[in-house]
């Protein structure tokens, strides 16, 4: 009899002990359920229209350009094509209360990188507008004075623009006289403080915004650099660029871009003992406009893209050894 009462008294915690592990479950269902729900409810973001016009700086007259716009580190919004001497509406319309970045370019215009904070009056409007400011490429002359008679040498060039021209850079193209040509330690100085490898500091968090290894930024300029001390910049040694390969021996970026001002290019060029009026330096100098690169998945400065020239037409100075 004691047997009886003692099986049915494990039956019946048992039956209690599964309806509350019932209850636990349906429960735990419940709140999932109703956590998926409001997790899957799509939050409306705010948005406007907005529209574009790019407008060359000097002239100030409206030009045809490319356009692409994102926010966000890098949140893409949308890219095409502005007309000029009319404003060209968005097709994507624009998150309002996002810091919006605007890069604008052409084959006769430097790429410029514009920021966007919508008003109220332009929220409440729903739509808003924003001109690019173009920088027309400009041009260089270019004297050189120095010869190749010694073992070294150095050769100097006297870099004069018209108009804006950016990033100076130059390759190098030298026969089997010549040793090297090196130019004389060129460095990218920030007036405005000093280079930074972050672009923001949060700290309520103690964190920071770091950008790409070797790239620092000054006062709103970015450069790849080698190492920075202070207010100096090493400007990174420069890729041959895919046109060039196998047509020269170096590439050289001096750190300095020109608007209407004149720039002294020192070079020490190294020589055999032995040289022949068949022996040269060829200097090919270039500018450098802004792209997005696929690689290091930023926008970055290059001289070519695909191997199509980007800026101003190269210029090309030959210095031959006459013995």
């Given at each position: ?37 409001k997790n899957s409810e799509e939050v409306e973001i705010p ?47 624009v998150p309002e209360d996002e810091l919006i970045h605007v ?150 970026y001096f750190g300095k871009s020109l608007n209407d001002e ?62």
């Amino acid at each position: 009899m004691k047997e009886k009462k003692a099986s049915a008294g494990i039956i019946i915690g048992a039956i209690f002990a599964i309806m509350i592990i019932g209850l636990v479950i349906t429960v735990l269902i419940l709140v999932a359920q109703k956590g998926f729900s409001k997790n899957s409810e799509e939050v409306e973001i705010p948005k406007l229209e907005l529209f574009l016009k790019a407008i060359d700086v000097k002239t100030k007259e409206s030009v045809d350009a490319e356009y692409f716009i994102d926010y966000n580190k890098n949140v893409f919004v949308s890219k095409g094509q502005l007309e000029k001497d009319t404003w060209t509406r968005v097709p994507e319309l624009v998150p309002e209360d996002e810091l919006i970045h605007v890069r604008c370019w052409s084959d006769n215009h430097y790429l410029t990188n514009a920021n966007k904070v919508f008003s109220q009056t332009e929220k409440d409007a729903n739509k808003s507008k924003r001109t690019c400011e173009m920088m027309p490429v400009g041009e260089i002359s270019v004297k050189c004075d120095g010869d190749l008679s010694n073992e070294n040498n150095i050769i100097s060039c006297n870099v004069t623009s018209n108009g804006w021209y950016s990033k100076l850079s130059a390759c190098f193209e030298w026969s089997a006289g010549i040793i090297s040509v090196v130019p004389e330690n060129t460095i990218s100085k920030c007036e405005k403080g000093s280079w930074k490898n972050y672009t923001a500091y949060y700290p309520e968090n103690n964190s920071y915004d770091y950008l790409p290894e070797n790239y620092y930024i000054c006062d709103g300029k970015i450069e790849k650099c080698e190492y920075v001390r202070g207010s100096n910049c090493k400007p990174y040694s420069m890729k041959i660029p895919e046109s060039k390969k196998g047509k020269v021996d170096s590439c050289h970026y001096f750190g300095k871009s020109l608007n209407d001002e004149s720039y002294i290019v020192n070079l020490e060029v190294k020589t055999t003992p032995i040289k022949n009026n068949l022996d040269f330096i060829r200097i090919i100098f270039m500018d450098k406009d802004r792209r997005f690169d696929e690689n290091e998945q930023m926008w970055v400065w290059m001289p070519e893209k695909n191997g199509i020239n980007l800026g101003a037409e190269d210029t090309e100075v030959v210095i031959r050894y006459n013995g």
